[in-house]
């Protein structure tokens, strides 16, 4: 069983940058790919951006330009750097460990970390 501890959120003006970590424990990391999903209050919840087990990487339309996913697989990390955030960004962002390689499936959630953006 793999645990998934989100860290890196809090409280920016809009314009401002945020590095997000998850960090893995538990069961091989490297095998997995990653998702970063967000939850607006009121909203379902939605896929921001993912990386394969290859490295491959997808983007939300709404965050396309703004954010980039890492993983180092040593570290057993994955990153999100947003930058130029927008009050819009404002939500609860998990971390997910995709069930295969790749993204779409999410096995195991963490607990989350709040990101607000004041305009």
């Known amino acids: 069983q793999v645990q998934l501890v989100e860290s890196g959120g809090g409280l920016v003006q809009a314009g401002a940058s945020l590095r997000l970590s998850c960090v893995a424990s538990?069961?091989?990391?490297?095998?997995?790919?990653m998702g970063w999903y967000r939850q607006a209050p009121g909203k379902q919840r939605e896929l921001v951006a993912a990386?394969?087990?290859?490295?491959?990487?997808y983007y939300a339309d709404s965050v396309k330009g703004r954010v980039t996913i890492s993983r180092d697989n040593a570290k057993k990390t994955v990153y999100l750097q947003m930058n130029t955030l927008k009050p819009e960004d404002t939500a609860v962002y998990y971390c997910a460990q995709d069930q295969a390689g790749t993204w779409g499936n999410p096995g195991t959630w963490g607990q989350g970390t709040q990101v607000t953006v004041s305009s």
């Open positions: 538990g069961r091989t990391f490297r095998g997995y790919g």
């Open positions: 990386i394969s087990s290859g490295g491959r990487s």
